[in-house]
């Protein structure tokens, strides 16, 4: 069984106490019993002495009859177990105890050892070494004190005695008394000292339990809590502060160590979070310029079959146009078949409209560049269609930037790229709704950018990607789709680039990003994810 701290604190601290308690009862009984024992051993001397004083006239007269008389009164007192008389001899001529009475008792018996050395008489001794102790036939303990009786100057003088001058103990006088009351002093010292040594151990337990369970078990166990809520990775708890000691001192230190892991967790989940937004940034990064490089190789690779095939069906088309506009010339032509041959006609010069877009996409001749201002560039865009009928309900915003430097391009084709542009947000709006244009600086790259944002229809996320394709057209019986193509080319020769974001009802952003004079001559701009036209970051679609 597990014991938490308190129990153990008390009951060490209850052995402890016990045993030192033990320690302190054990020598103050012994004390006490010496004490008792000293003071009866001065009451039986006091007794002994009494017997000696009240009788010695007796003795001097030897009255042996009141002199015995007094002894058994002497002895009947319940302080006084037995009184005897031995004289020098060793013979018992007096005992209150009648069998005793005549008995000699040899020099070895413990009541004559007291004055009996191992080789002298002993004339004086004190009371503790005239006393003994021994138990009774009945199992009591008694104390027994002789004093000796002396041949004084009042005795071998008096005219009736007969012991020579010479004689120095004349008897001994025996007095044994009961310890009886010493015996239940100690009892009750005894039992004092149990009650009292559980009273204080039940009590020390108690406080020591309270004061522990207050001062050290009650932060221990919040300490212990604190920790397990740590291993569980839970760091918003705090440990309570406690008073101004060493667990105040250790609580302190969890709460700054919580504190620090739960800044520590909150940096690597933050770095975490950027790391993961930097991967999506490179990886969308990475994927447009997959798609720039594979729209390149396809382009070049496309540029080169469309200039061979142009070229072999220009000349049987100019033939075919030739020979048609003869027959439609001619009048001898029937009425009936005028018809058909300008069908013919008319088919023709489409198809000589979309050989002439092949080649221009397949030439992708190099621009001749110079110092032009992309606001003026948008503005001759803007004249050449705000005036059709296709933009009549449009609104048209400029937001053009100031300080925007001039660019090294070249006007014509910068122009044909705007156009084409507006164009197609005129077809996306339908022929109403808002155009906003705007240019500007991307400090961060050292490039100038004009964005063209329209609101309307949108395109959908899967034709996004096909949009810079030849031939990929979302206008039903309009364009070639060579739009967008020959504008990719275009700005890719100018080291650009064009980046397009769109949402299905909301509109569509196109941003051409050009480099600034100083990085004209540097590779192609790296592609950059730009916000839908629905998102505060990019210019409203009012």
């Excluded at 016990?18 to 003071?39: I, K």
């Excluded at 004559?112 to 102790?133: D, I, N, P, Y």
């Excluded at 010479?166 to 009351?181: A, C, M, S, Y």
């Excluded at 032509?333 to 041959?341: A, G, S």
């Amino acid at each position: 069984m597990r014991l938490n701290l308190i129990s153990k604190l008390a009951i060490a601290t209850s052995l402890v106490l016990l045993s030192t308690m033990a320690l302190f009862a054990y020598l103050n009984f012994r004390s006490l019993q010496g004490l008792l024992l000293q003071e009866a051993i001065s009451e039986a001397d006091r007794i002994s002495e009494t017997i000696l004083r009240t009788t010695h006239n007796q003795m001097l007269r030897d009255d042996r009859p009141m002199f015995y008389k007094t002894l058994e009164e002497m002895g009947s007192q319940q302080e006084v177990e037995r009184i005897r008389l031995i004289n020098k001899t060793g013979r018992i001529i007096f005992s209150t105890k009648d069998a005793e009475t005549g008995f000699l008792l040899k020099k070895n018996t413990e009541v004559c050892a007291v004055c009996h050395g191992t080789t002298q008489l002993l004339l004086t001794a004190s009371s503790k070494h005239r006393s003994r102790r021994f138990f009774s036939e009945s199992g009591g303990e008694l104390l027994g004190i002789t004093s000796a009786i002396y041949n004084e100057e009042s005795c071998y003088t008096a005219s009736c005695h007969f012991h020579p001058e010479n004689f120095k103990v004349l008897g001994v006088l025996d007095v044994v008394v009961p310890l009886d009351r010493m015996h239940s002093v100690l009892d009750a010292f005894r039992n004092r000292s149990i009650a009292l040594t559980v009273l204080v151990l039940t009590l020390t337990a108690l406080c020591i339990t309270l004061f522990t369970q207050k001062l050290v078990n009650r932060p221990v166990r919040e300490l212990l809590e604190h920790t397990q809520m740590l291993s569980r990775g839970e760091l918003d708890g705090l440990v309570e502060g406690f008073a101004n000691d060493e667990l105040g001192e250790l609580a302190d230190s969890f709460n700054a160590m919580t504190l620090n892991l739960k800044r520590a967790r909150q940096d690597l989940e933050g770095w975490g979070r950027d790391l993961e937004e930097m991967v999506q940034q490179r990886t969308y990064e990475v994927t447009q310029m997959q798609a720039q490089l594979i729209r390149s190789e396809k382009l070049a690779s496309l540029g080169e079959l469309v200039a061979g095939i142009a070229h072999e069906i220009n000349n049987p088309l100019t033939g075919i146009l030739v020979f048609a506009s003869l027959i439609q010339s001619n009048k001898k032509l029937d009425e009936t078949l005028r018809n058909d041959i300008e069908t013919v006609i008319r088919e023709t010069k489409r198809c000589a409209g979309i050989v002439k877009g092949l080649l221009e996409f397949a030439r992708c001749s190099p621009p001749q560049k110079e110092l032009h201002s992309l606001s003026d560039i948008s503005e001759a865009a803007l004249t050449l269609i705000q005036h059709q009928i296709l933009f009549q309900d449009v609104s048209i915003i400029r937001e053009y930037a100031s300080d925007l430097p001039k660019l090294l391009i070249d006007a014509n084709q910068i122009e044909q790229v705007l156009v084409n542009m507006f164009v197609n947000a005129g077809h996306a709006m339908l022929g109403e709704g808002v155009l906003h244009i705007a240019t500007g600086m991307e400090s961060d790259e050292g490039a100038a950018f004009i964005r063209i944002v329209d609101n309307g229809c949108g395109i959908s996320e899967q034709n996004l990607t096909k949009i810079f394709d030849p031939f990929f057209s979302t206008k039903a019986n309009k364009g070639t789709g060579l739009g967008l193509s020959v504008s990719y080319g275009i700005v890719q020769e100018h080291g650009g680039r064009i980046d397009v974001t769109s949402e299905i009802g909301v509109g569509t952003a196109f941003t051409v990003t050009l480099p600034l004079p100083d990085r004209a001559s540097v590779t192609p701009l790296a592609p950059t994810p730009l916000s839908p036209p629905g998102d505060p970051s990019s210019l409203p679609c009012a």
